[in-house]
């Protein structure tokens, strides 16, 4: 649990700290003195620290591991096998189904990928896990592994996948002009800076857990189950995120270890995962395989496309990619079929990375209606707003809002795009290539319900309370702003405190949802507050605008008055002792008001009470443009993204600063993704061979041009409470295939395959 | 006793017997030493073995926690502390290389008033991270580049900081604020 008063941070501008202006990061401060303990930072009397082994096999059986030196190691506490670590029962999974199986190991017998745990150390100290960890011996029955999406059958179809209407079919068929073609995304990995670990303290039956968390209430949830404790009983502490990207909603195997040995040394235990293992023991984004076929008219309107998608799984998980998510909404088209397959390899089972699904389904509708452009002759741009969808295509549904018209407009003008010759190869700066390429992108509004504690204070400062979490999406400050505003307080006053789960309780931080969530629970909850305050000032007998003539009184800068500015203006402190209250407090809520205790407790813990961004009578999404520059070297191949603008429609921004830098940090891992980022498998053995922080190549400073942002976002009032929609994911969707559409522009070569390395063009 | 990276990381090399030093006469154990060391201008006295790193003495023994462990293989920048002014990576660096050293980690970097290094107070300013996991390791090594002579333009600072990375994508802000730094370090 954190607490953030802002009084290093906040400008005395009301501007700036309202809903929308660009307030400075309220946790700033702590973050650039290096005060700010992150999850696994927490300073424990007798920790003790767990190291683990990796299976060396992709596919086999543990026939045989050899503790003894390990275990006669200086400083070695206890050496865990699947044989000696405690039986946990199975948990339930994150839409809330019941487990398969009744009891779990998180050490395994059965080996189905590289790098699973088999085995773990704990030792007195970090150093002494590591060196005794090193001295396990595993004896492995190997059996031959599936490496690789190619090597498998054609897979398992996912019924709930397809998508179908019209007859898409015949409609491709007789199409006069047609562009088919299959576009590859690799094995990619979220490489959050901060790696994956935890400390595990039992205090009797209770335990607590820093970990770093995109959801404490579903960790928690997963915690009671494996160890058979209440939910109350688990405690989920999570101050600080060091990035997440999806990868850190979920409690997993290595959790479970920790949590275990620390019941059985009766000791808090600190696990943290080494670079390595963040590459093997929880899943990045799985590889995929689309393809894409368009049929349309000699005026470039589309009649129908036929989408086939495939992504890898594990093969004791499952993870569908949605790979026609954006296929099936971007461009209207009478007749569409998309089918999606998953094939099972030894892999951990694959997770989420910023914009499942609909960042590769991304990168192949719009690879595709930019060779379509090719074919006809078209400017790419031109060709996007000839086929612009009035309508949700699939739903059938008005958009909520769409901004992309205007997003195609903003972008192309401040890029200067109709400066662009059209022809590949026909643009270059001596030695270098240069290609203008355009794609756009979308994310869903994911909606769920969400509550907040808002507390006034006798001194006239404000807390607000919720068990969400930030990982540098900016919720403390946003917060801060909503609860401000709606409370009539400076800044300044507020308080957020946030990552622990004691606190009101909210549901998973994924798919751009949490702003929206939360900034309505606030906006809520501070209003029940206010209205409490205002009751009181009315009716209270003691109170100095008692007896007054009016409906309501406005608080503002602290202060609080009666509209027509005609009776006396206390300060809220005042008023408040006055009134002798030490606090008014609300718990806000936006969970109907039919939800059972069970429903709450589901909506929380689960995703199942999710609401669908096409419920009712509007589709809601997010939209951008992204307008690329590329620099292609013609003799070695090398590319180099030498401008980026992208405008984009989240709708309404709560702090542009915040959202600003979300957009750019989701292009940068989009010009990531197209150009360095692939985990490469090693088909003897099925090990990823470069999971390590320089084989698998980040994006370095050195790689990252000036990027322009531009916000084309109006309020839309059917996403959210305040209006905005999702920021955090938007950005690095249409990334990719806008730069690959760069790059045949700029070359006359087509790469369909992630990421466009030099080998591919020269 | 120093050597350059290209990237301006500084890797400290081994004595020239090869040999690090115990510190103390007095040794409890032979496996452990008694080292002192100076960090952000205190003495701290700890037993540590000889492997341990200085990023793990930090972090593990003297909670500074603000040096962060990314990679721990000298991948990613996040440990970057100063040592006698020059920027070196703790991750790769055994805390008994150190002794008699000056260690500066980001904890030390403001001054005893709070006021912040200018280099702090611009990554406030221009939003230059997000989750904040690689920040201290990308003020430390911004706060060396500038003293280096390396942020004479944004080309540069982007060379030259090349060696920090973050995956939150914060790279143009933090180009913004070294060269706000660097224009008000020179004035």
């Known amino acids: ?762 | 006793m120093t050597s350059q990276t290209h990237t301006g990381q500084t890797i400290i090399d081994p004595p020239e017997d090869g040999h690090f030093r115990n510190g103390s006469t007095n040794q409890p154990s032979p496996t452990t030493l008694s080292l002192h060391l100076t960090i952000n201008g205190r003495d701290h006295a700890l037993e540590v073995e000889p492997r341990v790193t200085l990023l793990d003495a930090l972090r593990e023994r003297l909670a500074l926690t603000g040096t962060k462990k990314g990679c721990d293989q000298g991948q990613c920048g996040a440990c970057t502390v100063h040592v006698d002014g020059e920027r070196v990576l703790a991750c790769l660096t055994l805390a008994a290389q150190v002794e008699g050293r000056s260690i500066t980690t980001i904890e030390g970097l403001a001054d005893e008033d709070g006021t912040l290094n200018a280099v702090q107070a611009a990554f406030l300013e221009q939003d230059a991270f997000q989750c904040g996991y690689c920040t201290p390791g990308q003020i430390m090594s911004a706060v060396a580049c500038i003293r280096e002579g390396h942020a004479g333009s944004d080309e540069e600072i982007r060379e030259y900081m090349a060696g920090n990375l973050c995956r939150c994508g914060a790279y143009p802000h933090i180009v913004a604020a070294v060269r706000q730094a660097a224009k008000e370090l020179r004035s």
């Open chain 1, 1 to 762: 649990m954190t607490v953030h008063d802002m009084k290093h941070a906040a400008s005395d501008s009301a501007r700036l700290e309202a809903v929308g202006g660009r307030l400075s990061r309220v946790d700033g401060p702590a973050k650039i003195t290096g005060a700010a303990k992150y999850a696994f930072e927490q300073q424990l009397e007798g920790l003790a620290h767990a190291v683990l082994v990796g299976a060396t096999i992709a596919a086999g059986k543990v026939t045989a591991i050899d503790t003894r030196a390990a275990e006669t190691a200086p400083g070695v506490l206890a050496v865990l096998t699947p044989g000696s670590i405690m039986e946990l029962k199975g948990a339930s999974d994150w839409f809330g189904r019941p487990p398969a199986e009744e009891t779990y190991c998180p050490l395994v017998r059965e080996v189905t990928f590289s790098g699973q745990h088999v085995a773990a150390v704990v030792a007195e100290t970090f150093e002494q896990a590591v060196a005794a960890a090193a001295l396990v011996k595993v004896w492995y029955d190997e059996t031959p592994a599936i490496v690789d999406l190619s090597d498998g059958s054609d897979g398992i179809p996912i019924d709930a996948m397809t998508k179908e209407w019209g007859d898409a079919q015949a409609a491709f068929a007789a199409a006069p002009v047609r562009v088919c073609a299959a576009y590859n995304t690799p094995r990619e990995f979220q490489a959050a800076m901060e790696p994956h670990g935890l400390i595990a303290r039992w205090e009797g039956d209770a335990l607590t857990i820093w970990e770093p968390s995109q959801w404490l209430d579903g960790m928690a949830r997963t915690y009671a189950e494996w160890f058979g404790v209440p939910f109350e009983n688990v405690r989920l502490v999570s101050p600080y995120i060091g990035g997440g990207f999806g990868s850190k909603a979920l409690a997993l195997a290595h959790s479970a270890v920790a949590a275990a040995a620390a019941k059985m040394l009766g000791r808090p235990v600190k696990l943290v995962l080494n670079r390595p293992q963040n590459f093997t023991s929880y899943g990045g984004r799985a590889a995929t395989r689309q393809t894409v076929a368009i049929g349309a008219d000699r005026e470039g309107r589309i009649q129908s496309i036929v989408h086939r998608g495939v992504n890898e799984t594990a093969v004791d998980g499952m993870w569908v990619e949605p790979l026609g998510s954006v296929t099936s909404i971007m461009y209207a088209t009478p007749n569409f079929s998309s089918k999606q397959n998953v094939v099972r390899v030894n892999t951990v089972v694959p997770g989420a990375k910023r914009a499942p699904g609909e960042n590769p389904s991304a990168f192949g509708i719009e690879c595709a209606i930019d060779e379509l452009a090719y074919e006809l002759g078209i400017d790419p741009l031109e060709m996007r707003l000839i086929n612009y969808a009035e309508q949700d295509p699939e739903a059938k549904k008005a958009w909520s809002t769409r901004q992309l018209r205007e997003a195609f407009a903003a972008g192309a003008e401040a890029f200067g795009w109709a400066k662009r010759s059209p022809a590949p190869r026909s643009m270059r700066d001596g030695h270098q290539l240069i290609g203008w390429g355009v794609a756009a992108g979308t994310y869903p509004v994911r909606r769920a319900y969400g509550e907040a504690m808002v507390k006034l204070l006798a001194d006239g400062s404000a807390e607000v309370e919720s068990s969400s979490i930030d990982m540098g999406q900016g919720t403390y400050t946003i917060l801060a702003q909503t609860a401000a505003e709606t409370l009539g307080v400076p800044v300044k006053q507020v308080s957020v405190k946030l990552g622990d789960s004691r606190l009101a309780r909210a549901g998973v931080t994924g798919g751009s949802r949490l702003a929206g969530v939360m900034t309505g629970a606030v906006y809520k909850a501070a209003g029940q507050a206010l209205d409490e305050l205002i009751g009181l000032a009315l009716s209270d007998p003691r109170s100095p605008f008692h007896g007054l003539q009016a409906n309501t009184l406005v608080v503002k800068d602290g202060r609080i008055a009666s509209p027509r500015g005609d009776g006396p203006e206390i300060s809220i402190p005042e008023l408040m002792g006055t009134l002798g209250r030490e606090k008014i407090e609300a718990k806000g809520d936006t969970v109907p008001a039919s939800f059972t205790p069970q429903q709450r407790y589901n909506n929380y813990t689960t995703i199942a009470t999710a609401i669908p961004h096409t419920e009712g009578d509007y589709s809601r999404h997010s939209w951008c443009a992204h307008f690329v520059e590329v620099r292609v070297d013609e003799d070695f191949g090398t590319v180099r993204v030498s401008r980026v603008v992208s405008a984009l429609d989240s709708g309404r921004l709560y702090n542009p600063k915040l959202a600003e830098s979300q957009w750019k940090g989701g292009i940068i891992m989009g010009i990531g993704q197209a150009l360095l980022e692939e985990g490469i498998v090693d088909r003897r053995h099925g090990r990823i061979v470069n999971g390590n922080l320089a084989d698998y190549m980040l994006p370095t400073n050195a790689d990252i041009p000036d990027i322009q942002t531009i916000s084309v976002g109006i309020p839309d009032p059917h996403s959210s409470a305040l209006g905005g929609k999702g920021v955090g994911e938007l950005g690095i969707v249409g990334v990719a295939p806008a730069i690959a559409n760069a790059v045949f522009h700029a070359t006359g070569k087509r790469v369909r395959d992630l990421p466009i390395t030099l080998e591919k063009l020269i």
